[in-house]
């Protein structure tokens, strides 16, 4: 196997900060963006997909068992992350987005129970994209969301399982993940970390006063990455994430 060029990458879209990591996300990786609640997990997590189908015209699937489809694209035309109408149309004709409610709805239509094995749900409806649009990058929102769904017995045994079936399809994954606040590992079984290619940690700074929000790539296999973590601001005029480099 060569090694992964930088077209081939997807990039986090974060200004200054993909060229400092080769170019992004090497393709078929299962990456997680993990942040204490309210850190913008999910919406660096749809600038990605967005600018993946408008810069790189990419089949995206944006899953989220958390927000329903319209208050995503909402908190996105809010955030300035569209440039125009034409553009919310050019994007979201690549940008699938997948619901709770829509979910369970596909699933329940063939007589099934409400007794739902989520994870096996949300593997069938990837495959089911991949196979009728084709799908290049996917967003799961969130880990944390299919934990409250799920009855997972043997979370370990479950969740290698999933993001091996994940993996499998052959798609660019971002799962979010909500980090418990008493331990330091980046999901909340504690096996995501390992069982993930690659880590963006979102998180707040307290400790000078102020209460800003940084970005570090924890970990990222195969890439070349900076450690350090740095401020992340979202510039509305400029339709971006950026990194301030000091
Ligand atoms: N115009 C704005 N510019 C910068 N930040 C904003 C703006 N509007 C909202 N925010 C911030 O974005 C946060 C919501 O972003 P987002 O939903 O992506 O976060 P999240 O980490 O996914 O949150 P949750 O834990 O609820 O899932 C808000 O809590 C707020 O702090
Ligand atoms: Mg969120």
Redesign the pocket.
Same mark, same amino acid.
């Given at each position: 196997m060569g090694v992964i060029s930088t077209e081939e990458r997807i990039p986090l879209n974060v200004h200054n900060l993909d060229p400092a990591m080769e170019g992004g996300v090497p393709p078929g990786f299962i990456s997680l963006i993990c +942040? *204490? !609640? +309210?850190?913008? %997990?999910?919406?660096? !997590?749809?600038n990605i997909l967005a600018n993946a189908a408008r810069k790189q015209g990419r089949r995206c699937l944006h899953i989220t068992l #958390?927000?329903h489809r319209d208050h995503l694209i909402r *908190?996105a035309s %809010? &955030? +300035?992350m569209f440039h125009g109408e034409a553009d919310v149309d050019r994007v979201m004709e690549l940008v699938s987005v997948v619901d709770l409610a829509t979910m369970r709805r596909e699933m329940t239509e063939g007589g099934k129970s409400e007794e739902m094995d989520w994870p096996a749900a949300i593997v069938r409806a990837i495959k089911n994209y991949k196979e009728a649009f084709g799908c290049d990058v996917i967003v799961l929102?969130?880990l944390a969301a299919l934990y409250a769904l799920s009855n997972f017995e043997n979370p370990r045994a479950q969740l290698f399982h999933f993001f091996e079936k994940v993996r499998e399809v052959g798609a660019t994954a971002f799962f /979010?993940s #909500?980090m418990p606040t008493d331990r330091n590992v980046f999901g909340l079984h504690g096996v995501e970390d390992f069982l993930s290619d690659g880590i963006v940690h979102?998180k707040v700074d307290y400790s000078m006063g102020g209460a800003d &929000?940084y970005i570090g790539i924890v970990k990222m296999r195969e890439t070349k990455h900076p450690r350090s973590y740095h401020p992340l /601001?979202?510039v %509305?005029e400029q339709h971006r994430f950026e990194i301030v480099t000091g």
């Open positions: +942040g *204490h !609640a +309210g850190t913008m %997990k999910s919406s660096v !997590a749809f #958390e927000q *908190h %809010k &955030l +300035g929102d969130s /979010i #909500e979102l &929000l /601001i979202w %509305k």
